[in-house]
Nanobody, 118 residues
């Protein structure tokens, strides 16, 4: 499975962006999908995740209430709606796939740059 992340860009603080993560093929059941980010000089951190049936979502404290993860399994796509962006959200954002009941994020997409100017 290949994952393609897109939707990054440059936005002013307070603005919004919507990232997309599209899988190259459909899996049954669909994988859990996580969004991660890595800022310069910092470790990669998980931002949000969504279960294969969209019933379980989790958010990092830093983005809870501002970011929303969702998925459209018919389109093999997971979205990350990012609102009220802050300069500290600036990072390369990656999506990753995890087979159900697995503890490993086994499939990674290439990153998409998000830059938030103050």
């Amino acid at each position: 499975v290949q994952l393609q992340a897109s939707g990054g860009g440059l936005v002013q603080a307070g603005g919004s962006l919507k990232l997309s993560c599209t899988a190259s093929e459909r899996t049954e059941p669909p994988y859990d999908i996580g969004w991660f980010r890595q800022a310069p000089g910092k470790e990669r951190e998980i931002v949000a995740s969504i279960g294969w049936n969209a019933g379980a979502t989790n958010y990092a404290d830093a983005v809870a209430g501002r970011f929303t993860i969702s998925r459209d399994n018919a389109k093999n796509t997971v979205y990350l709606q990012m609102n009220s962006l802050k300069p500290e959200d600036t990072a390369v954002y990656y999506c990753a796939g995890r087979p159900p009941l697995s503890s490993s994020w086994a499939y990674w997409g290439q990153g998409t740059q998000v830059t938030v100017s103050s």
